[in-house]
């Protein structure tokens, strides 16, 4: 089920568990490898959660994240399939109800429901991505998400109000494209940070992070900005960061 709305700045946020395990293999390594400079133990284990966020804002609704897809999907190293389709049922949303897809990024844990059978699973949605992430997909990302979406695409460059009320931030690093979206205070940061512990420590770098360096200057603007925290991998979907 999904977890409990907050209501932001006129903003109904509901957070919806696509899925919740460790990661798997090809890409999983001992945490120190994963997180360079953290002082985690080589045999601490990691559950990840995989959060996409459901807005109701003004009468129109907006999905953050498509979660890994189906039993297909590219993401073979998160828990499959998702179960964002029953989530967002449970929560009211048909499929042809969404607006607007905010894709964080064109990771397959996030981008991974974008598409089904070929064609948009949102079909009367807009899907927002930065311009700098459609141009630095390549390879399956490119011909089974970007390119099925078509006219559904809405490229946008830096940042942009997606509908009233809510805002997407190009947040470069994780991908060059990465963005989140800002709701009020509170800041959808998809994988601007992945583990608790880089929020202890906002230097801690991920071994994934396209520009590590990047991320964490990028890292310190946004949360430097932000009263709370709605993460995509944490076990918590909201984080008070200050009051
Ligand atoms: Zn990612
Ligand atoms: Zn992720």
Not at 32 to 58: I, K, N, Q, T
Not at 70 to 81: E, K, N
Not at 104 to 130: E, I, M
């Amino acid at each position: 089920m999904p977890y409990e709305p907050r209501v932001v700045a006129g903003v109904e946020i509901t957070p919806l568990c696509d899925a919740v395990g460790p990661m798997g293999p090809p890409i999983r390594k001992p945490l120190p490898e994963m997180f360079p400079g953290s002082s985690f133990g080589p045999d601490e284990e990691w559950v990840l959660h995989f959060h996409c966020y459901l807005l109701r804002a003004g009468g129109r609704t907006v999905l953050v994240d498509t979660g890994i897809g189906g039993a297909d999907s590219p993401a073979t190293w998160a828990p499959l399939p998702g179960r964002l389709g029953a989530e967002l049922a449970a929560a009211g949303v048909a499929p042809a109800d969404v607006d607007v897809v905010v894709v964080t990024h064109l990771h397959s844990d996030h981008a991974g429901g974008c598409v089904v059978d070929g064609a948009p699973a949102y079909p009367n949605a807009r899907y927002v991505l930065q311009r700098a992430e459609v141009e630095w997909a390549s390879g399956p990302v490119r011909e089974r998400i970007v390119e099925p979406l078509g006219e559904s695409l809405d490229v946008i460059d830096g940042d942009a109000e997606a509908v009233p009320g809510v805002r997407v931030l190009h947040a470069p690093g994780h991908t060059p494209g990465h963005q989140c979206v800002a709701v009020g205070d509170v800041l959808i940061s998809g994988d601007l940070l992945h583990h608790p512990a880089q929020l202890a420590d906002l230097s801690i770098r991920y071994v994934y992070d396209e520009d590590p360096d990047l991320a964490v200057r990028t890292r310190r603007d946004l949360l430097a900005r932000a009263a709370v925290l709605a993460p995509a991998h944490f076990p918590q979907p909201f984080i008070t960061l200050r009051n």
